[in-house]
């Protein structure tokens, strides 16, 4: 089966970029969505087929495939960032998600 | 603005079959799918399945043998039956509208509230 596999832990400065990756072989290939989970609430879409951000979503939220990684990417982290952030793809007629990240601003 | 709320028990004791409803408020019901997603206490997202508005179906293949999704298209609802529950079923499970495009894939937005199922003797 197809796995994503994701940092346990990454860590950012305020108003710097926060970078996530999800790893998967040739994940290039498929579409890959990110969410946005903070403490006792659902998640939250954040990202949709790589690069998409739906409504509402503040533009330093950007995403990024290419081989065998994506990249969730995030400008100016701000406090409200921090949160657990899992990405997700389609394979072999299933949904597959990542382990997830958490993500500390610091 | 679609909104999904949900309900069903909470605590439930191993062998029993775990019941859950969710009720779709605004925007269109009948062209998307709607699906069942579930999180352990402290672990990461697992999806259970799908359904369209004429009922057809796709299931996790690791719990197929034990999930059942229908459809009250007359209430804009659609319910998860998960049977023989065991310790390991404990989740909070999500429904969320699913977002299909062919060949692609599929994402999910919005997103119910969550409710916690404890399975427990």
């Known amino acids: 089966s197809y796995e994503l596999t994701q940092p346990l832990s990454v860590s950012v400065a305020l108003g710097q970029t926060a970078r996530i990756t999800c790893g998967g072989n040739?994940?290039?290939?498929?579409?890959v969505h990110w969410y946005q989970q903070k403490p006792g609430q659902a998640p939250v879409l954040v990202i949709y087929?790589?690069?998409n951000r739906p409504s509402g979503i503040p533009e330093r939220f950007s995403g990024s495939n290419s081989g065998n990684t994506a990249t969730l990417t995030i400008t100016r982290a701000q406090a409200g960032d921090e949160a657990d952030y899992y990405c997700q793809v389609w394979d072999s007629s299933t949904v597959v998600f990542g382990g997830g990240t958490k993500l500390t601003v610091l | 603005q679609v909104q999904l709320q949900q309900w069903g028990a909470g605590l439930l004791k191993p062998s029993e079959t775990l019941s859950l409803t969710c009720a779709v408020y605004?925007?269109?019901?009948?062209?998307?799918?709607w699906s069942w997603i579930r999180q352990p206490p402290g672990k990461g997202l697992e999806w259970t399945g799908e359904i369209n508005d004429s009922g057809t179906t796709n299931y996790n293949p690791s719990l197929k043998s034990r999930v059942t999704i229908s459809v009250d298209t007359s209430k804009n609802q659609f319910s998860l039956k998960l049977s023989s529950v065991t310790a390991a079923d404990t989740a909070v499970y999500y429904c969320a509208r699913t977002l299909r495009v062919r060949g692609v894939g599929r994402w999910f937005d919005p997103w119910g509230q969550g409710i916690l199922v404890t399975v427990s003797s």
């Open positions: 605004g925007g269109s019901f009948s062209d998307y799918y």
């Open positions: 087929r790589d690069i």
């Open positions: 040739n994940i290039e290939s498929k579409n």
